[in-house]
C-alpha cells in the first residue's frame, strides 16, 4: 500500500516529481508518496483538521468552566 505524505503549498517544499525523493521513497520496496494540499482549502486539509481538533480539545480541557479548581 502507498504512504501519502501531505504537504501544504509552503516554497521551501520539494516538488512531488523530485528524483532524489522519488529514489529513496521507492527504496527497499516502499511506495512512498508526496500530494499537495489543495490550495485555499483547510477543510481538506487532515492535517488541519487534526491539529487543531487536537487543540481545541484541550482547550476545552483546560477551560475556566470545567475547571475542577475553584478561586475564591
Known sequence: MPIYIQQDNAKTH?????????????AQGWDIRLTLQPPNSPDLNILDLG??????????KL?????SIRRT
Open 14 to 26: 520539494i516538488p512531488v516529481d523530485d528524483p532524489e525523493f522519488v529514489a529513496a521513497a521507492q
Open 51 to 60: 491539529f487543531f481538533a487536537a487543540l481545541q480539545s484541550l482547550f476545552h
Open 63 to 67: 477551560s475556566p468552566g470545567n475547571c
